[in-house]
């Protein structure tokens, strides 16, 4: 019996790809030069999808193929993926939760870290010879005992904010509803609420309409000239137009964000700018965790084709 075929969107690290290689027959879109030919040629017999989060599925690739079955995808966010294609058509999707969280919430924590201190800076300021030139660097703002606030307290939110604990922050969050596993900190229903008592406010919520631009001028401008906005969530999340004239004014004090509209062709605004720290979509980019996503979604393929329930199903 051969191997089933599946439709592979973006490229995957070489340890994943042979292995992926080795239980299916792959189809690599992401190589085709004429991406509309290789897919109207190789659909017809397409399976599944395995795919990357910022990548996803459109309705026009989901159409392209009228076998498919299962939509596996590289990473924790799918809100690239067609869901309404999909229910239409029965096709199941799943992701990657989990295995990344606490990765995605270390760096967020560190990119607080890291542009409060001043750190990229400093680091300037010795290797120029500005130390020894002109002295001390310039003070920056201390992060211990200060206020944050998590919008979103899923997965990745509640890790973050089990790390600013140890900071001795003051917390609070805002999502649908109070969490009963977060007794300890403050529940602010209303996100410009949240956003005016913080310090630090980090963006932690999966992508959804419901979501599009939750931070946008109100929240903003609630958080002020001395906040940080901290975005290791989605691009989305954030009007990225209202983000870009606040810190070019002062409105907010500064940003450190991990996504971007567009990316990696992010709005050149951004290179302009000394008070933002930028990423590049890496939250979860360490070797352990990249390997326990790749693993993870074949499982799922894997799980599929066998006739087993899936590990982490979306739909």
């Known amino acids: 019996m051969s191997n089933p075929e599946i439709l592979q969107v973006g490229p995957y690290p070489e340890w994943d790809q042979a292995p992926l290689n080795a239980a299916f027959t792959v189809h690599q879109y992401f190589d085709a030069a004429d991406k509309t ?51 239409e058509r029965g096709i199941r999707v799943t992701n990657t939760p989990d295995v990344l969280t606490k990765d995605v919430a270390d760096l967020g924590v560190a990119m607080m870290l890291c542009l409060s201190r001043g750190m ?5 300021w010795v290797k120029d010879g500005s130390w020894g030139a002109k002295g001390l660097y310039p003070l920056k703002r201390r992060v211990w005992g200060r206020r944050a606030g998590v919008l979103g307290l899923g997965r990745i939110g509640y890790e973050v904010a089990k790390r600013l604990q140890g900071f001795d922050m003051q917390i609070a969050y805002s999502d649908v509803a109070a969490k009963d596993f977060a007794s300890g900190w403050e529940f602010v229903a209303d996100p410009v609420t949240l956003a ?6 980090f963006v932690t919520l999966a992508a959804s309409a419901a979501t599009r631009h939750i931070v946008g001028r109100d929240v903003i401008a609630a958080l002020g ?10 691009a989305s999340n954030i009007d990225e137009e209202a983000l870009l004239e606040a810190l070019e004014s002062g409105l907010l004090g500064s940003a450190a ?14 290179l302009a700018l000394d008070n933002v720290l930028l990423q590049p979509h890496h939250a ?6 990249r390997k326990a996503m790749g ?21």
């Open 37 to 87: 030919a290789f897919l109207a040629s190789v659909g017809p017999t397409v399976r599944a999808i395995a795919t990357r989060g910022e990548l996803g599925a459109d309705r026009a690739m989901i159409e392209a193929c009228p076998e498919l079955e299962l939509i596996s995808v590289y990473g924790v966010g799918f809100d690239a993926v067609d869901l309404s294609a999909c229910r």
């Open 120 to 124: 990229i800076g400093a680091e300037s």
């Open 196 to 201: 005016a008592r913080s310090d630090f406010l």
């Open 225 to 234: 000239g001395e906040g940080m906005l901290i975005n290791i969530s989605r």
């Open 257 to 270: 964000l991990d996504v971007f509209e567009g990316e990696p062709a992010l709005n050149p605004r951004f």
């Open 284 to 289: 979860s980019g360490t070797i352990e965790t």
């Open 295 to 315: 693993q993870l979604l074949r499982d799922n393929l894997t799980a599929h084709f066998s006739g087993q329930p899936l590990l982490t199903p979306v739909l």
